[in-house]
């Protein structure tokens, strides 16, 4: 079965560069959800995306903005990045449907170093 | 607050035994789905089981059962017949929904078998 897609899976940068991460949601899912992971911690929320609008928003700092276009996928753009953005990356997605019971589909991740 | 409190940092379990991962969480929503994921060294987030919190049956999917304890807002994850396979990070995430849903997430608990 199709799975979430994520590119790249690594992505080394230099402070202060962009950086773009890629996401391709299971076909038919329309809600899109980006996360970050610190070394050794809890996934934290960032942004969500339902229809192509940004449903929620959580603890994204302003360097970065996301988007989500009409085939669904997204991209996540992060600009001046610091040392502190080196994490992993994920994103989910899942269908709108309130009934579903098996919670998000991750990607893989995208392990993003800054040095 | 909302919060998922995972209290166990690290686990160790003999191969065969059964473990119980630790996971009490706080909301005053009266609907939100709790869930278990499986982190292992690769990155990936992999869905393990679902409670929802209406349902007064504890949720079982194969050798992971959930201890669903409502009145205390608990919600232990079961490994029975540990495998070498299972050592991994695990977290207990909680779904809310305000317009969209969004997960919380536990700190994890890194479970290691033991062969």
């Known amino acids: 079965a199709a799975g979430v897609i994520q590119s790249p899976r690594h992505l080394i940068k230099e402070k202060r560069e962009t950086a773009t991460l890629k996401c391709y949601p299971i076909?038919?899912?329309?809600?899109v959800y980006w996360y970050q992971q610190g070394p050794g911690q809890d996934p934290q929320f960032l942004i969500s995306f339902y229809e192509k609008m940004q449903s929620d928003k959580g603890s994204i700092p302003d360097r970065f903005s996301a988007q989500q276009f009409s085939d669904y996928h997204s991209e996540l753009n992060m600009s001046s990045l610091e040392l502190g953005d080196s994490a992993l990356y994920f994103c989910a997605s899942s269908p709108t449907s309130t009934a579903s019971s098996y919670g998000y589909t991750f990607g893989s991740g995208t392990r993003l170093t800054v040095v | 607050a909302q919060k998922i409190t995972q209290t166990q940092p690290g686990m160790f379990v003999q191969e065969k035994e059964a473990v119980t991962l630790d996971c009490t969480y706080d909301?005053?929503?009266?609907?939100?789905?709790l869930f278990w994921y499986k982190q292992p060294s690769s990155g990936e987030m992999i869905f393990l089981i679902y409670q929802g919190s209406y349902d007064e049956q504890n949720a079982t999917e194969g050798r992971y059962s959930l201890n669903f304890q409502k009145a205390r807002k608990s919600a232990n994850l079961v490994i029975s017949a540990s495998q070498l396979g299972d050592s991994a990070m695990y977290f207990c995430?909680?779904?809310?929904?305000?317009?969209?849903?969004?997960?919380?997430f536990g700190t994890g608990t890194r479970l290691k078998v033991l062969a």
């Open positions: 076909p038919r899912h329309d809600t």
């Open positions: 909301t005053s929503d009266q609907s939100y789905g």
């Open positions: 995430a909680m779904r809310l929904y305000s317009g969209t849903y969004k997960y919380i």
